[in-house]
């Protein structure tokens, strides 16, 4: 394993021989005798270092002349400084402390100290970049549960608008990149990485009060009346005012950059657009740059009134000033760097944005600032919570997150209110609440799919009804369980979404229902019937089973002489008379033709239980008289499955017509040799329902 490597820079050969001896058996040490030197090492070496040991008083250049070079190339944040120095001036040590070092050796030298302020030193700066990439990656998470959000809002605005559906996706890059080739042009705004993270977050919101307008004037195919466009101005302060109006979050940063966003995207730098004629930096430049990037991404891609216009001819209307004006140094940026934001359009993903954003706000993190790194991850991950529960409660979505350890499930503020339950539930698998509205068994099942899944195959989806309001509605858990990176991956948690999809679960029921049953009778269909007899067997196989198959004799008579509309009528009559004769946990079926079916579980004396319902099958229809033939299987007799049953029951069914017809019969061993003397024309002829 390769040595960590400390740079000690010191005019005098003896100091670095001592701290080279201090040192040199457990790092590797590299030696410059001034500033200079020290420099040109770590413009090359500087990804490879992991200390520098800085003496004060140097010729050519001095350590405070290291410390301004290494502020000025970066290479403080990534590179800790221990001051090594007889010089204990407090405004030399107060100066150093300012310029980024990290801590502060005297001489003459204590072996012991040296060591323990070099490990120290090494220990802190490994931890704390740890901690960033633990923030990066926490915040990295949540950002994706916001940009489902942003997925969900994007879809609500551009389904109705008729536009693209990576309008809103471009637009949030494009402002992400103007931003940032902003801040490395002008320090005016002076925008953080976090700013403009936000920034770019909260433009996905700059249409949203489109949704207040009329899909008519929203998706015209032609140039807008007056009237019209004035109806299509109002939705930027119809957006801000729904943001206005938000019972939560009022007061978060988030939510006025939004605001800003959405009343102002239509604002110009000549004070000529609306909705209230702001000019130049009256302007909040949140706005000023989501105009731009919205103006860009419209003129670049194809709308119902308009073909799409090539990436040249945008930039050079709007630099001509065709699309209004704009910020002087906006228009530099997106002029200077065009080739730049096409490539990125084309190439880059918002994944990739995030990742560079991301990056940078961990740099921010490690430099300080005047915060510790543990508050910056408190402020870190408090915005992006703040910002998943805003997007949440605007889209109108029940979220949810679960971990293991600790067991715990959170739910989305506006999810946790619409069901009832608590934000946090700590132990859902105890928890009274939770169970009330998902079931009893309902969590259980989910908590069993998601720990069934695998690091490659995640998600589970699963329909089920919940039970709040005083209602019961059926909705659709989607979840993606949570594997850790370890050799051997172990279930985390969760995180889910629920959808109600209660209408279109009755619709889906209400097909399902009518294709399960035969039209005219309103019985099962012979399908239908198979599948719940198997399903019945097989959930309850100690029951004693009986199926009997009967048809109408002489049902051709009826058609030949009354007609066929009377012959429906005699159908209905036997449904009828079949639905009184049984019990409704019974399963009866029409299986084609004048032919039934009946399955039901028996406790006592069936053949009773046969005779009666062969006995209100027989009447009279007006003047024709109704008679049945029938055949009875028994389960405990022939086997417990549906196709011994049914040809054992068919069986009884062509013993009993070969008795003379109007009768029924129970099949028994006999039955299969009379089956079996019968010319297989003649079974074909009488057999009923193969």
Not at 367 to 394: H, I, V, W
Not at 490 to 507: E, R, S
Not at 559 to 566: A, E, K, L, Y
Request: glycine letters at 6%; proline letters at 3%; aromatic letters at 8%.
């Amino acid at each position: 394993m390769s040595k960590e490597k400390i740079l000690i820079v010191d005019d005098s050969e003896m100091n670095r021989s001592i701290l080279d001896d201090m040192l040199g058996e457990d790092y590797d040490i590299i030696e410059a005798e001034d500033g200079l030197e020290a420099v040109n090492v770590l413009r090359k070496q500087a990804s490879d270092l992991s200390l520098v040991l800085l003496d004060i008083v140097m010729p050519r250049m001095d350590g405070f002349g290291v410390l301004e070079a290494m502020n000025q190339n970066g290479w403080i944040d990534a590179v800790p400084v221990v001051m090594v120095s007889s010089e204990n001036a407090p405004a030399q040590v107060e100066r150093a402390y300012e310029l980024g070092v990290t801590d502060f050796i005297m001489r003459p030298f204590d072996a012991l100290i040296v060591r323990r302020r070099v490990v120290n030193t090494l220990l802190l700066y490994a931890k704390q970049k740890r901690l960033i990439s633990m923030v990066e990656q926490q915040v990295y998470e949540n950002e994706k549960r916001s940009d489902l959000m942003i997925d969900v809002l994007s879809h609500i605005v551009e389904f109705r608008n008729g536009e693209s559906g990576m309008h809103i996706l471009h637009v949030r890059i494009l402002t992400d990149l103007l931003l940032g080739y902003l801040t490395h042009k002008t320090d005016r705004y002076k925008l953080s990485m976090r700013d403009i993270s936000m920034i770019s977050t909260a433009s996905a919101l700059h249409d949203i009060g489109k949704i207040a307008i009329d899909e008519k004037i929203l998706n015209k195919p032609g140039r807008l009346t007056k009237e019209e466009f004035e109806i299509m101005k109002t939705h930027s302060t119809v957006g801000a005012k729904m943001l206005e109006n938000l019972p939560v979050h009022q007061g978060e940063q988030l939510l006025k950059i939004a605001y800003e966003i959405c009343r102002w995207h239509h604002e110009r730098w000549d004070g000529r657009g609306y909705p209230d004629g702001l000019k130049e930096d009256e302007i909040p430049i949140s706005a000023q740059v989501v105009a731009l990037a919205d103006v860009y991404d419209a003129l670049t891609s194809e709308r119902v009134y308009k073909p799409p216009f090539t990436h040249e001819q945008a930039v050079g209307m709007i630099a001509r000033g065709e699309c209004g004006a704009f910020n002087p140094l906006l228009l530099e940026c997106l002029t200077e760097n065009a080739e730049k934001l096409r490539t990125a359009l084309e190439t880059d993903s918002v994944e990739e944005v995030k990742r560079r954003k991301l990056r940078g706000i961990s740099e921010e993190t490690l430099r300080g600032e005047g915060r510790s790194a543990s508050e910056r991850t408190l402020q870190l991950l408090d915005r992006e919570r703040m910002r998943n529960n805003f997007f949440t409660t605007m889209a109108e979505t029940i979220q949810f997150e679960y971990t293991v350890s600790p067991p715990m499930l959170t739910v989305s503020s506006w999810g946790a209110k619409r069901l009832g339950l608590d934000e946090i539930i700590m132990n859902p698998n105890q928890d009274s609440k939770l169970r009330g509205v998902m079931g009893e068994s309902t969590w259980e099942r989910l908590s069993k799919r998601l720990r069934s899944t695998s690091p490659e195959r995640p998600e589970v989806r699963m329909d089920c009804p919940l039970h709040y309001g005083g209602t019961v509605r059926w909705h659709r858990i989607i979840t993606r369980a949570l594997w850790s990176d370890d050799p051997k991956p172990k279930f985390d948690g969760a995180l889910g979404t629920v959808v109600d999809i209660h209408d279109a679960h009755l619709k889906m029921q209400e097909l399902e229902q009518k294709a399960a049953r035969d039209q005219l009778t309103g019985l099962l269909n012979r399908a239908s019937a198979r599948e719940q007899i198997e399903l019945r067997m097989h959930d309850q196989p100690n029951a004693n089973y009986a199926l009997a198959i009967f048809d109408l004799d002489y049902f051709k008579l009826a058609n030949d002489t009354f007609g066929h509309q009377f012959g429906d009528q005699v159908l209905q009559w036997v449904a009828k008379s079949l639905c009184r004769s049984v019990r409704g946990t019974d399963i009866s079926c029409r299986a084609g033709g004048d032919e039934f079916m009946l399955f039901l579980e028996y406790n006592t004396d069936i053949e009773k239980t046969i005779d009666r319902v062969f006995r209100n099958l027989c009447g009279k229809y007006e003047n024709f008289q109704i008679a049945v033939t029938m055949g009875v299987a028994l389960g405990e007799d022939v086997g417990l499955s549906y196709e011994t049953l049914f040809h054992a029951a068919d069986a009884a069914l062509y013993a009993a017509k070969r008795a003379g017809r109007g009768r029924y019969r129970f099949y028994d061993d006999s039955l299969q040799t009379l089956l079996d003397s019968v010319p297989h024309a003649e079974q074909e002829e009488t057999a009923t329902i193969h």
